[in-house]
């Protein structure tokens, strides 16, 4: 497992990208629970922030990919709408305790 930010660092309805072992991944908070995915549209393979940090809709209730817009379920990483709908988001195990969140450590392809 692997800390990948602390609690305050990842707040209600927020979202965040990092870069471990050269992965790129994301993660956001939604009711109080964190989900991470990989950093990689289903549709392209290519990275869905539109500037840095900045993964959810202004509704912060879906995930967006800036490229050509494809929404996102967060709580399980599916494509509801858009050129990839139907498909998914990787997901990425996690859990939370007093000291933050963490991953398992995602193997580098
Ligand atoms: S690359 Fe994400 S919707 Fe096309």
Redesign the pocket.
């Known amino acids: 497992m692997k800390l990948l930010c602390t609690s305050d660092q990842l707040l209600e309805a927020q979202s965040r990208g990092f870069e471990i072992n050269g992965r790129k991944l994301f993660a956001t908070r939604r009711n109080g629970q964190v989900f991470v995915y990989d950093n990689r549209?289903p549709?392209?393979g290519?990275p869905?922030e539109w500037q840095p940090d900045q993964f959810l809709d202004p509704s912060a209730s879906l995930i967006h990919?800036a490229?050509?817009?494809?929404l996102f379920l967060i709580e399980s990483g599916e494509c509801v709408a858009?050129?990839?709908e139907g498909r998914s988001l990787t997901g990425i195990a996690s859990h939370e305790d007093h000291q933050g969140v963490w991953i398992e450590t995602p193997a580098s392809d």
């Open positions: 549209c549709h392209r290519v869905l990919c490229t050509h817009g494809a858009g050129p990839c």
